[in-house]
């Protein structure tokens, strides 16, 4: 099964950025790709940004598309989500998680079978 841990998160003021990582390990039995999910108290969790391990498709929710972009170090199996121009809404618990299989609904949360522990991203006004 594969392991996956964030890094990156923190508080940020209002039109700054972070750069959040997710690092991949384990072995599994198959591997499409990493999404990142985001999500607040009393709320459902988020679709944020994926991106395939072995294609150049990328995927973004709508709230991100172009502030957000979702990068990919595949010798490393590192996935990273550099965040540009945060407000205070983009303020949650940011998760990445794993893709085993090819699918086209990398915005499900159904897709993924692993998920980090989250990095804690505030953005304060």
């Known amino acids: 099964q594969v392991q996956l841990v964030e890094s990156g998160g923190g508080l940020v003021q209002v039109g700054g950025s972070l750069r959040l990582s997710c690092a991949a390990s384990?072995?599994?039995?198959?591997?499409?790709?990493v999404g990142w999910f985001r999500q607040t108290p009393g709320k459902e969790r988020s679709f944020v940004a994926a991106?395939?391990?072995?294609?150049?498709?990328?995927y973004y929710g709508d709230s991100v598309k172009g502030r957000f972009t979702i990068s990919k170090d595949q010798a490393n199996k590192t996935v990273y989500l550099q965040m540009n121009d945060l407000r205070p809404e983009d303020t949650a618990l940011y998760y990445c998680?794993?893709?085993?299989?090819?699918?086209?609904?990398?915005?499900?949360?159904?897709?993924?079978?692993?998920w980090g522990q989250g990095t804690q991203v505030t953005v304060s006004s």
């Open positions: 991106i395939p391990w072995s294609r150049d498709a990328l």
């Open positions: 998680a794993h893709a085993p299989l090819r699918t086209l609904y990398l915005k499900h949360q159904s897709s993924y079978d692993s």
């Open positions: 384990g072995r599994a039995r198959s591997s499409y790709g």
